[in-house]
């Protein structure tokens, strides 16, 4: 993006931090006193799963674990039962690994340096960027889905972003940035709220958009999404996600399932057997075995600290 086609920074920052000011939503690792290790449990919460399902879940882990070093001694199935349904429950044996080296290589305290967060077991660039700007007020350019969109529209007439991040997305952000640690934290927050609330991916309130006028998007009609071929949509019934989604779900309830048990829970035998094979792969899941190296029962791991 050239000089000469950026956006008026002012023009889209002022009625964008105007609306937050009057319509944000009080969440509860968006309060001042939050730490920054509250922050990052949201961050790694809130990725792919929506804020009504993660609110309550954050509220109850602060509660149990308040500090990294409080959950790096928390035994598996602990932690996996207090995911509870958020989904991809791998991301919690991956927070318990960061909030291990949190505690054995930073002195408990999370990091604030970017390369350094993204050095965490489990941290990506998304991740890093939210907790540098969100839990210390440091510059930092913040791409989640919300923000990307709200920028495709309002600056590249796109009705979505293209499906993979690109440089250019990264440099139009970064034009539109304050300068200043704080008031970035605030801007990025904003944009991400006007995305979560008013430009949503299939239903977007342009009239109530605080930007519609300044909008591109609107301003060409609202044209279809150009990479509509690209994305591919996730189906849910029938696949390996709903299959270990179901498994891991009866083994928080229950301290055990017998292998006639799973059969029961998923029928089909050659996908009950590759998705069992993957839980115990990714830690989510022990195999207790008989001589012959058959599976008998499933359970959660015990494991604890290490």
Do not use: K
Not at 156 to 176: F, I, K, T, V
């Amino acid at each position: 993006m050239t000089a000469q086609d950026s956006p008026d920074p002012m023009a889209l920052r002022r009625p964008i931090l105007h609306w937050y000011r009057d319509h944000a939503r009080d969440l509860p690792w968006r309060r001042p006193d939050t730490s920054a290790w509250g922050v990052l449990v949201s961050e790694v919460m809130l990725q792919q799963t929506p804020v009504v399902r993660v609110e309550p879940r954050w509220r109850e882990w602060m509660t149990r674990w308040p500090t990294p070093a409080d959950l790096a001694a928390a035994p598996t199935a602990d932690v996996l039962r207090a995911w509870d349904r958020l989904g991809y429950p791998r991301r919690a044996l991956r927070l318990r690994e960061a909030a291990r080296a949190i505690a054995t290589e930073h002195g408990g305290i999370v990091p604030a340096d970017e390369q350094v967060l993204r050095a965490l077991p489990g941290i990506g660039d998304y991740t890093a960027a939210a907790v540098a700007s969100f839990a210390y007020r440091r510059r930092a350019v913040v791409l989640d889905t919300n923000v990307r969109r709200v920028l495709a529209r309002a600056v590249d007439g796109q009705a979505l972003p293209p499906p993979s991040p690109r440089r250019a997305e990264r440099e139009r952000a970064e034009a539109l940035l304050p300068r200043d640690g704080a008031a970035s934290a605030r801007w990025n927050v904003a944009v991400m709220e006007l995305g979560a609330l008013v430009c949503t991916a299939r239903s977007p309130r342009c009239a109530h958009c605080p930007i519609a006028r300044r909008c591109a998007w609107v301003a060409a009609g609202r044209p279809a999404d150009t990479h509509a071929d690209r994305r591919r949509s996730q189906a849910w019934h029938g696949t390996d996600r709903q299959a270990r989604g179901r498994v891991m779900a009866a083994l928080r309830e229950q301290d055990q399932l017998s292998a006639a048990e799973v059969a029961d829970l998923w029928p089909e035998p050659g996908q009950r057997d590759r998705i069992l094979a993957a839980l115990v792969t990714d830690g989510l899941a022990e195999a207790e075995r008989d001589s012959d190296g058959v599976p008998l029962a499933y359970r959660l791991p015990a494991g604890g600290a290490s």
